[in-house]
């Protein structure tokens, strides 16, 4: 299974024990970066007895593996600080309460990433997933962002605490796809919000009132792309100490076929009930996420983006033992919550396979031939397709923008279109290339008439100077079809010269 770590903590005082367990899989490196610190409440800040958590990074080459380490690194650095402050930052954070330390430190992640990114060229793509919990005398606070997840064990089944910041968790709370078609989605590690990726980032925060016999769990996508719900609980359950159960997870996903980093960090409060039914299987109720995150547990809001300062409710007392879950259970359907098995791969040896990653709908140019974007409609679907990673909007007409989605040679963009799009457009497509030559950047379009936006500002060559795109990032825009107002609206939104491939030829465009 490759390199493979895993070591349970000794319990903490408080009776919370931690373990955790990583395998680099059939993947060349590990990009994954595992959190699991046992910790002193007596000795900490603000009173935390542990912190567990999975950063899944991403980008190419190692870029990744560089932004979940500094979100690790970030993370223990704030939250480990003891009554004694160490540096400024403890300081000013010294007088707030747990969940504000905890969205500081993501926070704090999120501008390291952002800043390294923009400083060095290869790693400009590079962000991170974050799925963070940290414990108190009484409470659970959750901080996530990305796809990786949350689940909460206890005697009432397993819970998904988190929602997935994906296009297909997106398009299936839109009701424009159904659970089953995320599932089988080659969209569906398509991530929306990550770390590093802008200057400032909005975690979701939860507080969860705990009780004893309960287990809190954080993974990668490594393992919730092929195991389903009932399958993550099986494998904590049915082993005989936390640590065995990270490892049995982890060995469970790579026999499944996960082809991604697997990583799992847990923290158990008390003793977890680990007994299974008279038929050999483990009995598990799934909550709706609606009401996992709405109903059970507290939601922690925040102020406007970039604020340093953030508005919480107050957090409700409430009873989380197994009469009140599955009294829950009873009033609403049972459903997967996007975590049905996404991935089937055949092993026919046990040689490892190479690194994949989801295939583009679109075939496009290399990227020494210029930043591509492609859009185009395909049976019935409007797909957005780039050979780099570039941030864009794509809106229809009376809606003023979507939110900002990630799109690159490992996730195209793809929405449902309607039966009259759908049989107007047929196989249109646009296409818009980006290079700079000399003091220019230069434009390509297809078809050769595509009009142009530069700040929602039409440009009427097919150049323009460098030093436009310079500074602030830039937005660049399209209509889809082409040059029809009635149709999409599709903006890069952050553009900017020094990110652009370069064809060496100065003289050219003088």
């Known amino acids: 299974m490759g390199e493979h770590q895993g070591e349970q903590r000794p319990e903490a005082d ?24 046992p910790m002193r409440s007596a000795d900490s800040l603000w009173g935390f007895d542990g912190v567990i958590g999975v950063a ?16 690790g690194d970030t993370v223990a650095e704030v939250l480990t600080s003891t009554e004694a402050p160490s540096g400024q930052l403890t300081e000013e954070l010294s007088e707030k309460e747990p969940a504000e330390v905890i969205a500081a430190a993501v926070r704090l992640a999120n501008s390291r990433i952002y800043e390294q990114a923009q400083a060095n060229d290869g790693q400009r793509d590079m962000g991170t997933t974050l799925t963070l919990v940290a414990f108190t005398k009484d409470t659970a606070f959750v901080a996530h962002v990305g796809d990786s997840r949350g ?3 206890n005697d009432g089944g397993i819970h998904q605490i988190t929602q997935d910041h994906s296009w297909v968790a997106r398009q299936v709370l839109a009701e424009r796809m159904t659970e089953a078609e995320a599932a089988r989605s080659p969209l569906r590690g398509q991530v929306t919000r990550t770390l590093g990726v802008e200057g400032n980032v909005d975690p979701d925060m939860l507080a969860i009132p705990l009780q004893p016999g309960t287990v809190l769990l954080v993974c990668s996508d490594g393992i919730t792309d092929v195991l389903s719900n009932e399958d993550i609980e099986e494998a ?3 082993t ?15 026999e499944k076929g996960s082809v991604d980093n697997i990583s799992v960090a847990c923290a158990e ?19 709706d996420e609606d009401q996992v995150t709405e109903e059970m547990y507290p939601t922690l809001g925040t102020r406007s983006r970039g604020a340093d300062r953030f508005r919480f409710r107050r957090l409700r007392p409430l009873l989380i033992g197994a009469a009140v879950v599955v009294a829950i259970v009873g009033l609403v359907l049972l459903r ?32 020494e031939q210029g930043l591509t974007v492609k859009v185009v409609a395909i049976e019935g679907q409007l797909v957005a397709a780039a050979n780099r990673h570039v941030q864009l909007t794509i809106h229809p007409p009376g809606i003023e923008e979507e939110p900002t989605t990630v ?4 996730g195209d963009y793809t929405r449902p279109l309607t039966e009259t799009e759908a049989s107007e457009w047929g196989d249109k497509s646009c296409q818009l290339t980006l290079r700079v030559k000399g003091d220019y950047v230069h434009i390509t379009t297809v078809p050769g008439n595509l009009h142009i936006y530069v700040d929602k500002s039409r440009i009427m060559r097919n150049r323009i100077k460098a030093t436009a795109l310079t500074g602030e990032p830039t937005r660049i825009g399209f209509y889809f079809p082409a040059n029809d107002r009635d149709g999409y609206t599709v903006a890069l939104t952050r553009i900017n010269a020094a990110n652009l491939p370069v064809e060496e030829d100065p003289a050219e465009g003088q």
């Open 14 to 37: 408080s009776g919370l024990t931690i373990a955790s367990s990583s395998s680099v899989g059939r993947r060349a490196t590990n990009q994954d970066e595992v959190i699991a610190l």
């Open 407 to 410: 799109i690159g040679p490992d």
């Open 269 to 287: 409060v008390g003793t977890l009930r680990r007994a299974v039914s008279s038929g050999g299987a483990v009995t598990t109720k799934v909550l």
């Open 56 to 71: 899944d990074g991403m980008g190419g080459h190692a870029a990744g593996e560089v932004a979940s380490k500094l979100t």
């Open 336 to 367: 997967s919550c996007l975590m049905a098995p996404a991935q089937q791969v055949a092993q026919d040896s046990g040689e490892d396979v190479p690194e994949t990653q989801p295939a583009s709908l679109v075939k496009l140019p290399p990227i």
């Open 151 to 153: 689940y909460l064990i």
């Open 240 to 254: 005989t100490t936390l640590q065995l159960g990270c490892d049995a997870l982890v060995e469970a996903a790579y």
């Open 236 to 238: 904590i359950r049915r």
